[in-house]
């Protein structure tokens, strides 16, 4: 199990990678995507890959559950359901109607910081298919009877979630990390909330926090960068809200002391232990790099220093595994294990001594050049289809690491290779510390919580 920053993005199309073909280069060195500034304040970021016959658009918004109200958490969430509820142009169901009509699909995501809405279609259709996702972004009406209907649809997502007992563990985890920062809020919020929120509460947030000043707009595929800017400057140039600017959210303080809990549900199989550590977040990447590759080289693959010890000497575990969980201004090194009750508190004793033994020994140079090669390869599994190139652009391109996005292979890959053992044993003792952690446990349960 990894959890790293090339592994935040769940979208995929089946297309086997093949940097010639798949990303339309006559070579091996994949064509340089381009940032630039469009009318109005948006950003563009484009890759054109001429033998792709489809193009993805991604929009990404500052507008995610950090920007919750506190009396109504889950707000972003809700306001991302109902942008697809229809606006003055488009009545309900008219843009799926439109998308599937033209062989495509759509998509849409709320995290903590960003929501983002990715469409997929043939590049004939480009103009239409954006025209229409713009028109739902910017001008989405909020009808209190579409909301009606729609709040049982994210009661009913809330419901599955607190029945998944990953979820239930993981969110306690960012609850007891992060403590009153709204990193420790859950995007899905809770049914009160839900229940209470009115449509003209969403529609305010969306004036808020949606104005086209501040999108971060992706395009992958066979469009040209002319195209691509006449397309976008046509449907911009129509107006904005005129919001002001969002304020900053404060980096979250560090962890004090060892927090413990143990936690019922009754779905668990098995039990769970998950521990967690604050860390800087992708504002610091290279220490978020860093971070990456120490959760490789303890708990990814049967020769890292937790699988190996725990699971396959020990068997004290049935897995275990380790990553990092990066935000914009701190983030959150995890690891889990499944395993039998009885082995819990020992389990999380032998974690802590091989942390202790990152700290005080040697980090290999076979255990670094390992991992380096991991989490590359899965970088480039990861860019398998537009899709999945669209998010990476435009999650670094909301950060502002434009480097990486015009030359992602080649940049990802100097970064990581360049961060040397002695900075990852530097790293290991700056925030994985013995002293200052989150410590959970979950076991079945008969019982409703």
Request: hydrophobic share 40%.
């Amino acid at each position: 199990m990894n959890l790293s920053i090339t592994k935040l993005f769940h979208f995929t199309l089946s297309c086997p990678l093949n940097l010639p073909y798949c990303l339309g280069s006559l070579d091996l060195r994949p064509p340089v995507a381009e940032v630039m500034a469009l009318p109005g304040g948006s950003l563009l970021m484009h890759q054109e890959l001429p033998l792709v016959p489809t193009v993805t658009v991604d929009v990404w918004l500052p507008a995610g559950a950090v920007r919750d109200p506190v009396a109504a958490l889950g707000t972003a969430h809700m306001v991302e359901h109902m942008i697809f509820r229809g606006s003055e142009r488009l009545l309900p169901q008219d843009f799926d109607h439109l998308i599937e009509c033209h062989g495509g699909e759509s998509r849409a995501a709320t995290s903590l910081e960003y929501a983002h809405y990715q469409i997929t279609v043939a590049a004939e259709y480009f103009e239409t298919a954006w025209a229409a996702l713009a028109d739902l972004l910017a001008a989405a009406t909020f009808a209190p009877r579409e909301w009606e209907w729609e709040r049982s649809v994210i009661l009913e997502e809330l419901s599955q979630a607190i029945a998944d007992p990953d979820w239930v563990i993981y969110q306690a985890l960012m609850e007891a990390s992060f403590e009153s920062h709204p990193y420790a809020r859950s995007v899905l919020g809770d049914s009160r909330a839900i229940a209470a929120t009115t449509a003209a509460e969403l529609r305010q947030f969306h004036r808020a926090h949606y104005d086209p000043s501040s999108w971060t707009i992706v395009v992958v595929g066979a469009v040209s960068r002319e195209r691509a800017i006449a397309a976008l400057t046509e449907v911009l140039s129509q107006g904005t809200h005129g919001s002001c600017p969002l304020p900053e959210i404060a980096p979250p303080l560090p962890a004090r002391g060892v927090r413990r809990d143990e936690l019922f549900h009754p779905m668990g199989q098995s039990s769970t232990l998950m521990l967690g550590w604050v860390t800087p977040g992708v504002a610091d990447l290279r220490a978020s790099l860093g971070l990456e590759l120490l959760s490789v080289i303890l708990g990814e693959g049967r020769t890292s220093r937790l699988v190996s010890r725990l699971r396959e000497e020990r068997r004290w575990v049935q897995d275990i595994g380790s990553g990092v969980m990066p935000h914009r201004h701190g983030g959150i090194f995890v690891l889990r294990a499944e395993l039998e009750q009885q082995y819990v508190a020992i389990a999380e004793q032998q974690i802590l001594e091989e942390i202790w033994r990152l700290h005080g020994g040697k980090i290999t140079e076979e255990e670094r050049l390992r991992a380096v090669r991991s989490l590359y390869h899965s970088f480039l599994f990861g860019m398998e289809s537009p899709g999945q190139l669209a998010e990476f652009l435009g999650y670094y391109g909301m950060l502002g690491w434009h480097h990486l996005c015009c030359h992602w292979p080649d940049a990802y890959r100097q970064e990581l290779e360049s961060i040397t053992t002695d900075e990852l044993q530097a790293l290991s003792r700056r925030y994985l510390s013995l002293e200052s952690y989150t410590a959970l446990s979950l076991q079945p349960s008969p019982y409703s919580p």
